[in-house]
């Protein structure tokens, strides 16, 4: 689930946070993580005037322009600065692999992990 278009899936990822850590989850199985596939996603679930927070990958260039508030760094050292977000891909990825060990349409499972 990585960016790289070989054998694995790539899946954009979103969290909110709140006080209390995240609060809400969302994911999106994605044919290449292009500016086009993740601009659509971010502007499917986060409102423009939301404070978002993404790496420095080249996909996003330009969203700055919907989402004044963007700020973008880089992922440090083993994801660092992005804790959070790295630990729900990581719950992801254990829960995915004790359901099922070969998976051919994404999104699905996606959707029930984030539903939870």
Not at 6 to 18: L, N
Not at 42 to 59: E, F, N, P
Not at 67 to 79: A, I, M, N, Y
Request: with cysteine.
């Amino acid at each position: 689930m990585g960016r790289n278009e070989g054998k694995k899936k790539i899946m954009v990822v979103g969290i909110e946070r709140g006080l209390g850590g995240v609060s809400r989850g969302h994911g999106r199985d994605i044919e290449t993580a292009s500016k086009i596939n993740l601009r659509g996603f971010m502007t499917d679930h986060i409102d423009k005037d939301a404070q978002v927070k993404t790496d420095c990958w080249s996909g996003y260039k330009g969203t700055d322009s919907h989402f004044p508030k963007l700020v973008r760094e880089k992922s440090g050292k083993k994801g660092e600065n992005f804790k959070q977000m790295h630990r729900g891909i990581m719950m992801f990825k254990a829960w995915l692999r004790g359901t099922d060990h070969s998976v051919r349409d994404l999104q699905p499972y996606i959707n029930e992990y984030t539903y939870r």
